[in-house]
């Protein structure tokens, strides 16, 4: 006699939207409110208010920091922000490869090769202080690693961290080789702090599907930036102010974004997966760039009022608004950085989050083990003769 054994499967809908695969006390996305919080705050609130630093103890150790746990965190980032013995000669061949904006890919590779030289160890079984030191060995040392690439690819000479001009500053001078202004520091603080986390996005899920596994902290984020290279993804700041730079001038708008659209094509900086308002970090950038001014911002908020029109003439009943990718680009342009560097500028800040959610997944023993629906010819089928 035999018994016939079935397993029975749940049928989530493409994408796995709004299904619900783990637990978490990072922070949440609500869309229908156009509001995100870090852990119990409004990331909104801290971005305009609190350091990058500040924020990171608060998604790394889950609470704000007194003046005294900020002075450390600073000291330890300082500490962890540099690059071991040997490495510089690798990123002189990384800085080579590839186009300009595969700047990402250039980081995933000096990650992977970090992770080896250092051996970054399982996270399954590990302490959790060994956790946390790998992580914050990662936030520390990618800004240090993706301006010394950048500035390597331009024939230039890689420059240290400068921690006392705060994680924004820093991140400018590293690129630029120049004291940045304090309206660009603030600004840029802003942008950073605004974006090391967002709910659970694609990235997120990548790095907590690797460290479910047990894997190292490198692995997983590793895994995370090449899902963060995507379009799709993080891979958007650059492509919206080419569009901007497409459409260049209001009037042009409305008949741009109807040729795109009647051609299959995306908008991007606009529309987003969870918001149906505003996103929150587009009204900060948008109102930090009215705060600097000149005739990019001009430009910007006219030519977003009629890319909404259009899009809601286009496509009723969307909800399609201007996204965090539009104004960060112009932000970012606002303030020096290169074209081929936003995204990059976008995965400095986002190492946090990808560093919290690997912190949380460490804790549990389950791994990520979902099922896949198998729609091709039935098996078992006679080998062909």
């Not at 800085?95 to 250039?106: E, F, I, N």
């Not at 090769?113 to 970054?120: I, R, T």
């Not at 659970?200 to 990548?206: G, H």
């Not at 795109?260 to 900060?284: E, K, N, S």
Request: charged share 20%; aromatic share 6%; with cysteine.
């Amino acid at each position: 006699m035999t018994t016939e054994r079935t397993t029975q499967h749940v049928l989530a809908p493409a994408g796995l939207k709004n299904v619900v695969v783990a637990d978490t006390t990072t922070g949440d996305v609500r869309g229908e409110e156009g509001f995100y919080h870090f852990r119990q705050y409004s990331a909104v609130e801290l971005a305009r208010t609190r350091s990058f630093e500040d924020v990171c103890h608060l998604m790394l150790e889950g609470t704000l920091p007194t003046p005294e746990e900020s002075a450390d965190l600073q000291a330890r980032l300082a500490d962890a922000s540099r690059m071991p013995h040997g490495l510089l000669e690798v990123l002189l061949d990384v800085a080579r490869s590839g186009p300009d904006r595969a700047s990402l890919a250039r980081l995933r590779t000096a990650v992977s090769h970090l992770g080896a030289v250092e051996s970054f160890g399982p996270t399954y079984g590990a302490p959790a202080e060994q956790v946390r030191a790998d992580v914050l060995r990662l936030v520390a040392v990618v800004p240090v690693v993706q301006a010394a690439i950048h500035r390597l690819r331009a024939g230039l000479e890689p420059l240290p961290a400068r921690p006392e001009l705060g994680a924004a500053g820093s991140w400018l001078w590293m690129l630029r080789g120049e004291e940045p202004t304090e309206e660009h520091r603030r600004a840029v603080t802003a942008y950073l702090t605004s974006t090391v986390d967002h709910g659970f996005s694609a990235s997120t899920f990548a790095a907590r599907v690797v460290t479910s596994a047990g894997s190292d902290v490198a692995s997983a984020v590793c895994a995370a930036i090449g899902t963060f290279a995507g379009p799709l993804h993080g891979g958007a700041p650059d492509r919206a102010l080419d569009a901007l730079d497409e459409i260049g001038s209001p009037d042009r708008a409305r008949e741009w974004v109807r040729e795109r659209v009647g051609a299959g094509g995306r908008i991007m900086g606009f529309g987003h997966g969870v918001y149906r308002t505003t996103d929150p970090r587009a009204a900060l950038l948008r109102d930090i760039a009215l705060e600097i001014g000149g005739p990019l911002v001009d430009l910007a908020v006219r030519v977003e009022e009629e890319v909404v029109a259009a899009l809601a003439e286009l496509k009723p009943g969307r909800e399609l608004h201007v996204n965090v990718e539009y104004y960060a680009g112009v932000v970012m342009e606002l303030c020096g950085i290169p074209r081929e560097m936003f995204t990059p500028t976008f995965a400095t800040a986002r190492v946090v989050g990808w560093g919290a959610h690997i912190l949380e997944q460490s804790e549990s023993s389950k791994i990520f083990r979902p099922a896949a629906r198998y729609v091709g010819p039935p098996a078992p089928a006679p080998l062909p003769t």
